[in-house]
């Protein structure tokens, strides 16, 4: 079957209207926002108003749209390629919205969604990541037991965004009963025995504000368990966090590219550009090949998230794109600091921080969903 990706025109005017702000707003401020570890409001705030999410929810439950994983893959590679922190702390509200969307159930979906239409950031987060050696998404350590009309948790969690301001974070667990991996929606402000840790000093990706969160003994209405009887289906979320990083990391790849091709361009050694040594240019050649590659690969494995193609096809083409990208987007933003020399390694330049950044992408599991 043939694939055609040409962006729809109202597809064309989101990615358009994302790459004007990733110009304007995250790239101008990027370095400011990585030597301070701070986001300001008001570049959250023109972002959220671009309506990506709402656009994903429909108009029945508080958006105005409909989800496409495709139109998502898009979008996120703009925001990343202005600044991979701020486009996570911009999106992390998705982090519960879009598993209500996919997996909810109808009263979950009716009490969730449309907090996310308001006009300003809803404060929201999930906790995935748990601290220590080999993290498996399908083995956690964080356990999930019942208890009545209750269900205790018990556990760490590591990387969680935005934790210390959020009101609702939908927590993955160990269901004590079925070994499966679930969601649990938990409200802060109710949760005795939820401890959240000091903000996390990151080598990358630090004006994403993330924390170590304990849960000792906390318990969850058991109407908050995210599908209810029908379950959370995590392998159908973990495949979107999957794309939503492949599509991220296409776009940081591709940032990093562009930087070092220009550079190369305009650097003269030896009364010549530095772009027309064979060496340089057959780098720079590779890095555009890598960051096409990652991107055709998140785009077929949205694509067929979208078309409704059985679980564990998608579940291949996520997987698939997900490893590829966190291994070219290291080699493409090394390259970027190899292209540069010893510039490369001077902070104003942003290819070092683009570095940095793609260091994390192969450890970011629920960072990030499309």
Request: net charge negative; with cysteine.
């Amino acid at each position: 079957m043939m694939l055609d990706f040409t962006p729809t025109e109202e597809q064309q005017m989101l990615v358009d209207a994302i790459n004007r702000y990733a110009e304007n707003d995250l790239h101008t401020n990027a370095h400011e926002m990585d030597e301070h570890s701070d986001i300001p409001d008001a570049v959250l705030q023109k972002g959220w108003e671009i309506g990506l999410l709402p656009a994903s929810i429909p108009e029945s439950l508080g958006g105005f749209g409909d989800y496409s994983a495709v139109t998502n893959a898009l979008a996120l590679e703009e925001l990343a390629y202005g600044d991979l922190a701020a486009a996570l702390k911009l999106m992390t509200p998705a982090l519960l919205a879009y598993p209500v969307l996919f997996s909810g159930t109808d009263d979950q979906k009716a009490r969730f969604l449309p907090l996310f239409g308001e006009p300003s950031p809803y404060p929201a987060t999930a906790a995935l990541i748990e601290p220590g050696i080999g993290f498996d998404p399908y083995a956690l350590r964080t356990t999930a037991t019942r208890n009545g009309d209750h269900i205790v948790l018990n556990g760490a969690k590591a990387y969680v965004p935005n934790a210390a301001d959020a009101e609702w974070i939908l927590v993955y667990a160990k269901d004590s009963e079925t070994a499966q991996t679930n969601g649990f929606i938990v409200e802060k402000a109710n949760a005795e025995g939820l401890v959240i840790g000091e903000r996390e000093k990151l080598m990358g990706i630090r004006g994403l504000p993330t924390y170590a969160v304990q849960f000792n003994n906390v318990r969850v209405p058991a109407e908050l368990e995210l599908g209810g009887q029908n379950g959370t289906q995590f392998e159908n979320l973990l495949n979107h966090m999957n794309i939503g990083l492949a599509a991220m990391a296409t776009g940081v790849m591709r940032a990093s590219y562009e930087y070092a091709k220009n550079y190369a361009k305009e650097r003269v050694q030896f009364g010549k550009p530095i772009a027309t040594k064979q060496a340089v240019a057959f780098m720079l050649a590779e890095c555009a090949i890598e960051v096409d590659s990652t991107r055709l690969m998140a785009w077929e494995a949205a694509w067929q998230a979208d078309s409704g193609k059985p679980l564990n096809e998608v579940t291949q083409a996520a997987y698939l794109a997900r490893e590829y990208a966190n291994k070219a987007s290291l080699f493409v933003t090394d390259s970027g600091v190899q292209v540069l020399g010893g510039h490369g390694f001077i902070r104003e330049h942003p290819v070092e921080r683009y570095l940095r950044n793609a260091r994390g992408i192969p450890m970011f599991t629920g960072l990030a969903i499309a």
